[in-house]
């Protein structure tokens, strides 16, 4: 089946980051001259503007931040999927990050909620980094 929804475009720099989901492994850049976890990918850090980084692996736990319920399908392969979450997931190391949460009711999600990641194997090259309710 064709998957038809759309897809992260991939360059130099965030390539790793999919490489990793690929692998089902939530990783992020962390500075290693001050510490700081970033995300989205970046080439300086954005606290102390070193450009020496690695890519430390996260646990993957984190809490609802924000987040809407989406009752339109605002691209039509999406239509299937409506009502569904959209949320900013405040990870335990730091960054927050963009998702969905699935396997939960829309009327069930609730701001600090504990979630944890999972990867959906869209297709042969990208895994979606993407939330349920934790265990
Ligand atoms: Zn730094």
């Given at each position: 089946?064709?998957?038809?929804?759309?897809?992260?475009?991939i360059?130099?720099?965030?390539?790793p980051?999919?490489?990793?989901?690929?692998s089902h492994?939530l990783?992020?850049?962390?500075?290693?001259?001050?510490?700081?976890?970033?995300?989205p990918?970046?080439?300086?850090?954005p606290k102390?503007n070193?450009?020496a980084?690695?890519?430390t692996?996260?646990?993957g736990?984190g809490?609802?931040?924000s987040?809407?319920v989406?009752?339109?399908?605002?691209?039509?392969?999406?239509?299937?999927?409506?009502?569904y979450i959209v949320?900013?997931?405040?990870?335990?190391?730091?960054p927050?990050?963009?998702?969905?949460?699935t396997?939960?009711?829309t009327?069930?999600?609730?701001?600090?909620m504990?979630v944890?990641?999972?990867?959906?194997?869209?297709?042969e090259?990208i895994s979606?980094?993407?939330?349920?309710?934790a265990?």
């Amino acid at each position: 089946m064709v998957y038809e929804k759309p897809l992260p475009v991939i360059n130099e720099d965030n390539a790793p980051y999919w490489e990793y989901c690929r692998s089902h492994e939530l990783r992020m850049q962390k500075c290693t001259d001050c510490g700081y976890v970033r995300f989205p990918v970046s080439i300086v850090c954005p606290k102390c503007n070193s450009m020496a980084a690695e890519w430390t692996p996260l646990s993957g736990k984190g809490r609802v931040y924000s987040y809407v319920v989406y009752h339109m399908a605002y691209h039509p392969s999406y239509k299937g999927d409506i009502p569904y979450i959209v949320a900013i997931i405040q990870l335990d190391e730091g960054p927050r990050m963009e998702s969905n949460i699935t396997d939960c009711k829309t009327e069930d999600v609730r701001i600090d909620m504990p979630v944890e990641v999972y990867f959906d194997d869209v297709t042969e090259d990208i895994s979606l980094p993407k939330f349920r309710p934790a265990a």
